[in-house]
């Protein structure tokens, strides 16, 4: 390691804006998705279709974070994976507030709740239904302080998002 980049290191802490960016667009959606599917395995709550359309982001986001650490935190790929990340983010934000504002019936929400077989027979669709957990996208199983899991991503993730934005444009002009 040259002297330069010791210095340069002791002189910021450690971590520039762009690296601090960069995995937080990887570890945020990791505990966001981590978090979701806690629940549902360990915690018993079942998904929505909302709530799955939520994770895909994520899964989207943990993909362009990871990535992002293929470069140094303030080489161009790197920042630009970083903002894909931080799209991916929001996006799971964006449906996180439309998802919330359908369980405060501010938005009407979809009417395809689960996802059932369109294959076998009668009685195989049927054990399907009568085993399937419906889950409303309009009701909450949990909330924590007052807000549903929906209306926590949509916290979470958009102000994450904002974050790890102001982050990376900060690391730009360093």
Request: aromatic share 6%.
């Amino acid at each position: 390691m040259n002297q330069a980049a010791v210095v340069g290191a002791s002189r910021t802490g450690g971590l520039g804006p762009a690296a601090v960016a960069r995995l937080m667009a990887l570890l945020l959606p990791l505990g966001l998705l981590g978090g979701a599917l806690g629940s549902q395995y360990l915690g018993g709550l079942h998904p929505c279709e909302m709530c799955y359309w939520q994770r895909w982001p994520h899964a989207a986001a943990i993909l362009f974070g990871a990535l992002a650490f293929t470069a140094p935190p303030t080489a161009r790929r790197a920042k630009m994976l970083t903002v894909l990340a931080a799209l991916a983010i929001a996006t799971s934000g964006a449906i996180g507030v439309y998802h919330a504002g359908v369980e405060a019936k501010i938005f009407e929400g979809f009417t395809q709740c689960t996802a059932l077989s369109k294959s076998g027979s009668t009685a195989e669709l049927l054990q399907q239904i009568t085993h399937a957990a419906l889950v409303r996208c309009d009701e909450v199983q949990f909330r924590f302080l007052g807000i549903s899991m929906a209306g926590w991503n949509a916290i979470l993730s958009l102000g994450g998002a904002a974050l790890i934005a102001v982050l990376t444009l900060r690391g730009k002009r360093a």
